[in-house]
Structure formats: C-alpha cells, structure tokens
C-alpha cells in the first residue's frame, strides 16, 4: 500500500497557476501508476490525469488537456500537477491515487490521499 498526502490546493484567481504535489509514503511508489483526480460539489469524481510509474506516459482529460501537466520524481517519491490558465470550472477537491496501471477510472485506483482544495474565483 502507498499513502498519499495532497498539498498546494488554495485560492487562486481565474486564469491563474497552481502546482499541487503528492508526498507517497511506502515501497511500492515507484512501481505504481499515478492518477489526479478531483470532485466538485454534487459532482461526481472525475479524472484528471495519470502517469505511469515509469513517467514515460500521460494521460489527461479533454477538460485539462493542454493546460495541466502531470509529472513526478521518483527519487522523492512525489507526482505533481501543474496548472495553468485556471477556470472557475476547475474548482474542485483534488485527489492523488495510485495503482496499477495510469487507469481514467477512480475505481482501479488502491490507495488515495484526503485532497485539497482548488477554488478558482472570477
């Protein structure tokens, strides 16, 4: 099992930059996939991004494509996500997550962080 801690979530303004990080605790970090995932109020969980363990494959949703960038070191066994040019839409609780394979569905993730709060305001 792989514990996660989210940090880097806040207040930030539309259009605006955040990078949240993910601190992973335990052996298995460096062989599991990552994935970013966030829920809106009444919303349900959705993806966001994904890498492999190795960091040679991304994966992101349609929504994020182009302005999120999911990235990780395994030497300090983190995984980050980059955010740029922030939309009210994004606001949201982040999650980190990790499993076997860089997966869009939430479910085929083992082991989750609490999350962060992003809120992007107008």
């Known amino acids: 099992q792989v514990q996660l801690v989210e940090s880097g979530g806040g207040l930030v303004q539309a259009g605006g930059s955040l990078r949240l990080s993910c601190a992973a605790s335990?052996?298995?970090?460096?062989?599991?996939?990552m994935g970013w995932f966030r829920q809106a109020p009444r919303k349900e969980r959705e993806f966001v991004a994904s890498?492999?363990?190795?960091?040679?494959?991304?994966y992101y949703a349609n929504s994020v494509k182009g302005r999120f960038t999911i990235s990780r070191d395994n030497a300090k066994n983190t995984v980050s996500l980059e955010m740029n040019n922030l939309k009210l839409e994004d606001t949201a609780v982040y999650y980190c997550?990790?499993?076997?394979?860089?997966?869009?569905?939430?479910?085929?993730?083992?082991?989750w962080g609490q999350g962060t709060q992003v809120t992007v305001s107008s």
């Open positions: 997550a990790a499993g076997r394979s860089p997966t869009t569905l939430p479910w085929m993730y083992t082991s």
């Open positions: 335990g052996r298995t970090f460096s062989s599991s996939a």
């Open positions: 890498i492999s363990w190795s960091g040679t494959s991304t």
